[in-house]
């Protein structure tokens, strides 16, 4: 049976041994800290004084590296954190957002859309799982929605994918025994297993460790949390924007999620390419 196109649980088809994703998973794992004491010594070396209202470090130091420009400490406008990045996404002075910086890891996902995501080059650091070292005879696949809605499309693409599966797990035992000779085990295992991945298709799920500051990460929403954007890629960057969207509001509160007809959502805003 094909995965319901409406459950976020995995589906897991016993007679294949393939265990079949079908939306990412985001974790927020690190986050900025401020030193005030640092911002204190360096606004009273200079004569002035100065509090945000924010309590996200990220916010916090963008607001400070804007202020910086100006030296604008001494009178700011009233309305706080929110009021000041409002102006910032406004009159599109980017280069702020690149202090702040978040650490995500992002698993469920393909590596066909880990190709894509790793063109997001400036603003961004990846470090991603290695199938040379690590085992992939757990089968883990992610699926096309467009494939999982239909049974026929669904059994087809789970065909494909258990046979290369199955072709992999052959030729990792039958390289082992290849290299028996070779007396450093770990070597003799990733000799095996890189030889062996090149048969892995794109649907292999993987797992990969991001880093990126706010101006690269609203990049990507706006590029990927598109309709013009490829669907798994899609729900990956409207999962991110959710996630900062609770983590700094005044950076990520602009955008509103709006409904497509594939029943995915897209992101939208008035500050685009800031």
């Given at each position: ?14 007679s ?24 204190d ?8 004084r100065?509090q ?24 700011p406008r ?37 190709h ?24 883990e696949?992610?699926?096309p ?10 059994a ?9 599966h ?10 082992a ?5 070779e ?8 000799l ?32 990927r949390?598109?309709?013009h ?34 029943g ?11």
């Open positions: 049976m094909a995965a319901s196109p409406t459950s976020s649980m995995d589906a897991f088809d016993s294949r041994d393939v265990r079949v994703l079908r939306e990412p998973t985001v974790y927020l794992v690190g986050r900025q800290l401020v030193d005030p004491s640092e911002i010594r360096f606004l009273a070396d200079h004569g002035v100065w945000t209202d924010t309590e996200v470090a990220g916010e916090h130091l963008v607001e400070a590296a804007g202020r910086v420009c100006y030296m604008s400490f001494a009178k009233p309305g706080g954190n929110k009021t000041y990045l409002d102006h910032i996404l406004e009159v599109g002075h980017g280069s702020v957002l690149e202090h702040a910086v978040w650490n995500f890891v992002v698993t469920g996902v393909s590596r066909s859309l880990t894509e995501l790793v063109r997001h080059r400036a603003g961004w650091a990846y470090s991603q799982l290695s199938q040379r070292y690590v085992d992939e005879s757990v089968a696949y992610v699926e929605d467009v494939i999982g809605e239909d049974p026929e499309l669904h087809l693409w789970l065909e494909a994918v258990a046979h290369a199955r072709a992999y797990v052959r030729l990792v035992e039958r390289l025994d290849k290299f028996k000779d007396p450093d085990k770990t070597l003799r295992r990733k095996a297993r890189q030889a062996a991945r090149s048969v892995l298709p794109n649907a292999t799920e993987t797992k990969i460790f991001v880093s990126a500051n706010a101006r690269a990460l609203r990049h990507f929403i706006e590029m949390a598109s309709r954007a490829e669907v798994e890629i899609r729900k990956l960057a409207v999962k991110v924007l959710e996630v900062m969207q609770v983590e700094a509001p005044n950076l990520f509160g602009d955008y509103r999620l709006e409904p497509l007809p594939d995915t959502r897209e992101a939208v805003t008035a500050h685009r390419k800031v």
